[in-house]
């Protein structure tokens, strides 16, 4: 079956713009989690969701923000662009939240 | 926060056994270990996971301390196409997220 599919594998922003990453999991996966990697901080843990609802939330501005769709397919937003943004976005989709995840082949934004 | 520490990089002959050790001494009795692997260019791949006792799948096999501060991701045979950065990772019950340490960047020499 199909893997996790993220779109656009690359993209350039300029600071002060904004930006939408698009997921599409795993057919009948139900949870979506996002993960920001960069050279210095790794792989940081964004946020997750369950059937449209966020469950979890990491440490990051409310710049960053997510939904989901009834169908799982989630996106996440990112308003006012910084430089330090620039970072490989990476989605991940598991059925429950609890068990395997499969993660993409990322988003490499950078903001210039 | 629960966090993991592995060696930053390991090297391994090809076709020989690989052990690549972890520690997570901040663990809570119902956080997960899971072990990750990820190739240039790609997403993190799965390998194993495990709570308390070891495990074995066709990819590895996973030895858990017994006090579960440590674990060693245990590769058979190493091949060329097992160079990667394997995280370790403990996976937080109720939290939905995993916290991934900086990884061991393992190289195998032909």
């Known amino acids: 079956k199909a893997g996790v599919t993220q779109t656009p594998r690359y993209l350039i922003k300029t600071r002060g713009q904004q930006v939408t990453l698009s997921c599409s999991p795993i057919?009948?996966?139900?949870?979506v989690s996002w993960y920001q990697q960069t050279p210095g901080q790794g792989l940081q843990f964004l946020f997750e969701y369950f059937s449209e609802t966020q469950r979890n939330k990491g440490n990051f501005p409310g710049r960053f923000s997510g939904r989901q769709f009834s169908n799982s397919r989630s996106e996440m937003n990112v308003s006012t662009l910084e430089l330090g943004d620039s970072a490989l976005y990476l989605c991940?989709?598991?059925?429950?939240?609890?068990?395997?995840?499969?993660f993409g082949q990322g988003t490499r934004l950078t903001v210039v | 926060d629960a966090k993991t520490t592995q060696p930053n990089s390991m090297e391994s002959n090809e076709e020989e056994p690989v052990h690549l050790p972890c520690n997570h001494s901040?663990?809570?009795?119902?956080?997960?270990i899971h072990w990750y692997r990820q190739l240039p260019s790609q997403g993190p791949e799965y390998v194993i996971h495990g709570l308390t006792s070891n495990v074995n799948n066709r990819m590895a096999s996973l030895a858990i301390a017994e006090d579960r501060k440590s674990s060693t991701l245990i590769l058979h045979r190493a091949t060329l196409r097992d160079a990667a950065v394997y995280y370790c990772?403990?996976?937080?019950?109720?939290?939905?997220?995993?916290?991934f340490g900086t990884g061991t960047r393992l190289k195998v020499l032909a």
């Open positions: 990772i403990l996976h937080l019950w109720g939290t939905y997220k995993y916290i």
């Open positions: 057919s009948g996966h139900r949870s």
């Open positions: 901040t663990i809570s009795g119902t956080d997960y």
């Open positions: 991940a989709s598991s059925s429950t939240g609890y068990t395997e995840a499969f």
